[in-house]
């Protein structure tokens, strides 16, 4: 198991970006794939972006590709998530979560989560 903590979101005006860190603590981190998930008010958790432990694939909601990019950094136990272009569609509480199986856009495929960051995109 590991231990998350995201840090980063505020408020920024439409266009404007914004970084997102995920803090990992716990053993062999880096044999963790992991990914970003969102939940807007009053909707469902979804799929934001997703990356292997190696870095070497990534995945994206078609909502986010290319706007958005997720990276990590082993050395540091730490993964991102670059926003630029952020819309006011954008606003939600953003979670970073960590999976020991394949890397997977379903949420049910992540046992660790973090408590989250708000973010709010004003128009």
């Known amino acids: 198991q590991v231990q998350l903590a995201e840090s980063g979101g505020g408020l920024v005006q439409a266009g404007g970006s914004l970084r997102l860190s995920c803090a990992v603590s716990g053993r062999s981190f880096s044999t963790y794939n992991t990914g970003w998930f969102r939940q807007p008010p009053g909707k469902e958790r979804e799929f934001v972006a997703g990356?292997?432990?190696?870095?070497?694939?990534?995945r994206y909601a078609d909502s986010v590709k290319v706007r958005f990019t997720i990276s990590r950094d082993n050395a540091k136990n730490a993964v991102y998530l670059q926003m630029n272009s952020l819309k006011p569609e954008d606003t939600a509480v953003y979670y970073c979560?960590?999976?020991?199986?394949?890397?997977?856009?379903?949420?049910?495929?992540?046992?660790?989560w973090g408590q989250g960051t708000q973010v709010t995109v004003s128009s």
């Open positions: 990356i292997t432990w190696s870095g070497g694939t990534t």
């Open positions: 979560a960590a999976s020991g199986g394949i890397l997977s856009m379903s949420k049910g495929a992540y046992a660790s």
